[in-house]
């Protein structure tokens, strides 16, 4: 199993990783520093917050024309153990 954006497989269909599959996670609240506050331009020192909308790996797989599959390596790698993990346990 590749991790560097070359072509994968799992169960015999290609996988191409790409790290930028993200999308936007919640948006968090951060407080600015008084020192931020106070040197910042155009001055605003009322001003104690701002929001930061991180950005998490994209949770799916998108289908290619081609039929190979794009997905983000961390959901890939969390697909793969589920599976291995599937794979094991024995009814």
């Not at 290609?14 to 790290?19: D, K, Y």
């Not at 994209?58 to 289908?63: C, K, L, N, S, V």
Request: glycine letters at 6%.
């Amino acid at each position: 199993m590749r991790e560097d954006g070359l072509l994968n497989t799992m169960n015999g269909i290609p996988v191409i990783l790409s790290e930028s599959l993200t999308q936007a996670g919640e948006p968090q609240q951060v407080r600015y520093s008084w020192r931020q506050r106070l040197l910042s331009w155009p001055w605003r020192p009322w001003v104690a917050t701002y929001t930061v909308i991180p950005q998490v790996p994209y949770r799916g797989a998108m289908q290619m024309a081609s039929g190979r599959l794009l997905m983000h390596p961390a959901t890939f790698r969390a697909l793969k153990e589920a599976t291995d993990l599937a794979g094991s346990v024995t009814p």
